[in-house]
């Protein structure tokens, strides 16, 4: 388990389940592991069935209650039945991460229709999918909130990925947006968005193998790459009875990225 959970109370989300989406690697597993191994049952929907074996079998093997459904975000009706089953599972839904992301380096004179339209149906659709359809279960809850994984980026405008900037930009406005409407419903709306995290397909792809890996870093205020354990903490924050006055709020955990990235270069 991880060694971050030591920060926080054992069975601290005791009896809360967690739906969350794309959870099967990278921080959404990070996530996954930090919430189920302080109680939360996990329910992970995603498309890469491997994935989401591997990831399942490895939270119940550290005793965490988990079950996954293949599902494609950009698909409405899918998001839906992932939704109803896993409120019926596990007896209603506490917790929504919005998680599920795509992304390419373009430049967006060359950006086809296509590839603008995919991004935005994976990233700001079915993060708007997920929330329509937790709505009625998390209003139930008593104790509902709903994360989403965003970027800093969304804000300074993205050269290169100007489709996954604009649908990180849509997400956040869906957050305060909601974090107002729904607060007569008990539900508490946050996004967190992480600086870059080693580890995940995204700097891998994006920094790496790019070979701007050193650039990057030279943009990052404490000048190396974030983990893991970094998201999913504060993820857990949020979902603890310590953001219980939290909404509407941008969660950056970037290691000062957004005040040293030059987003013109």
């Not at 994006?206 to 000048?223: H, K």
């Not at 970037?254 to 270069?265: I, K, L, V």
């Amino acid at each position: 388990m991880n060694s971050a959970l030591e920060i926080f109370q054992p069975g601290l989300l005791d009896g809360r389940t967690v739906f969350i989406t794309g959870g099967g690697s990278g921080i959404g597993r990070g996530i996954c592991d930090m919430l189920g191994g302080l109680g939360a049952k996990i329910f992970i929907a995603s498309r890469n069935p491997e994935k989401l074996s591997v990831a399942v079998d490895g939270l119940r093997a550290d005793g965490v209650t988990a079950e996954f459904i293949i599902a494609d975000v950009r698909d409405y009706e899918q998001v839906e039945a992932a939704i109803a089953r896993c409120a019926e599972r596990f007896g209603g839904i506490d917790i929504l991460i919005n998680n599920a992301a795509g992304n390419f380096n373009c430049p967006t004179a060359e950006l086809s229709p296509n590839g603008w339209k995919t991004v935005i149906d994976i990233d700001l659709n079915g993060t708007f999918y997920c929330c329509k359809a937790a709505y009625p279960h998390l209003k139930a809850s008593g104790h509902a909130r709903i994360i989403s994984i965003t970027t800093t980026l969304a804000r300074s405008g993205w050269p290169q990925a100007a489709h996954a900037g604009a649908a990180k930009a849509g997400i956040q406005s869906l957050t305060n947006a909601l974090a107002v409407e729904w607060a007569p419903d008990g539900i508490l709306v946050n996004s967190v968005s992480p600086g870059p995290i080693a580890g995940t397909v995204g700097v891998d792809k994006l920094y790496i193998e790019t070979g701007q890996e050193e650039v990057m870093i030279s943009r990052v205020a404490l000048r190396r790459f974030g983990k893991v354990d970094d998201i999913a903490g504060a993820v857990t924050f949020l979902c603890s009875p310590a953001g219980n006055y939290v909404t509407g709020t941008e969660l950056v955990v970037d290691g000062g990225r957004q005040w040293t990235f030059a987003s013109a270069s």
